[in-house]
């Protein structure tokens, strides 16, 4: 077992300082010991050792909870689920212990630096009904966006292309050649206010967008929007990648999910809640 654990994840951890802690567990809890003979089709669990991580600011606020879900208002740069550098200052861990649901599973996806609303579920049972009525497009969604104004860009426009993602490069990609797998529609909802553009500061003149996305790619409105012309304001990938440090929380992105209507794919009844965030959004406390 050694051996095997050393190819597997001795890049990642000190295996022989694990197995002399007893750290390598088997199902049943029990130690896993570096002289036991490999036995395939077994499962051995670990808990690696987590980074220090400066708090996230900003509150997660419930919008709504009830038996099945819980819908919550998210500051940005807090990330929806913990990976790679985002454990603890994660949606998933922060709500699961304040709300005390061990099973609270986020239902759709919102990038970390994306402020707005999440579903998620309460239990494992729920999870399938809402889960398949994002994967069918069953969901309404409306986000609202800061970005530049351009008077020579005729809204409301409907934006469709192919978009890509390949693992490991932050950007996305359009593949001018493939069929639409993305669709947006673009409206501008009103210019900024003098107060407004002054609490953003420098820059052009900028409006407040409604999107309504069709489709759900992988930074689809922050593709879509840059394609314009107009990239989100405080986007640090789009239309350049930016070398901002992770605990850099003083310029957020300018996107927001804002509003989410469904049928209850349980009891059928309208759903609908709205963010009270409001846009220009500040870095928060």
């Known amino acids: 077992m050694r051996d095997w654990l050393i190819t597997r994840v001795g890049a990642h951890v000190d295996v022989d300082a694990f197995l002399a802690a007893g750290r390598f567990v088997t199902e049943s809890g029990a130690p896993v010991l570096a002289t036991d003979p490999y036995r395939p089709h ?4 670990f808990h690696r ?13 419930v919008v709504h909870r009830d038996e099945r879900i819980v819908v919550i208002d998210k500051p940005p740069f807090l990330s929806s689920i913990p990976r790679g550098k985002h454990v603890r200052e994660s949606v998933v861990v922060r709500m699961r212990d304040e709300l005390g649901l061990p099973e609270l599973t986020p ?3 919102l990038d970390r630096i994306t402020s707005g609303l999440l579903i998620m579920a309460t239990e494992r049972r729920w999870r ?11 969901v309404t969604k409306t986000y609202r966006a800061v970005a530049a104004l351009r008077a020579d860009l005729d809204l409301p426009t409907i934006v469709r292309n192919h978009l890509t993602k390949t693992r490991g490069v932050l950007q996305a990609a359009v593949d001018s050649a493939a069929e639409p797998n993305a669709e947006s529609l673009v409206e501008l909802e009103r210019p900024l206010s003098a107060a407004e553009e002054r609490a953003l500061g420098d820059g052009p003149p900028r409006g407040i967008y409604r999107l309504t996305p069709r489709t759900g790619k992988t930074h689809q409105l922050r593709m879509h929007l840059w ?33 989410l209507r469904f049928a209850d794919p349980v009891d059928g009844s309208a759903r609908a809640f709205v963010s009270d965030r409001a846009l220009p959004l500040a870095a928060e406390e």
């Open 107 to 109: 239902m759709h996806r």
């Open 42 to 45: 077994t499962f051995v669990w």
């Open 128 to 138: 399938g009904a809402y889960q398949s009525m994002f994967m069918h497009g069953e």
């Open 49 to 61: 050792e987590l980074r220090e991580e400066p708090p996230v600011p900003g509150a997660v606020r």
């Open 227 to 259: 394609g314009l012309g107009i990239p989100i304001v405080g986007d640090p990938l789009y239309p350049v990648v930016q070398d901002v440090a992770i605990d850099d929380f003083s310029t957020p992105l300018q996107l927001l999910a804002s509003e």
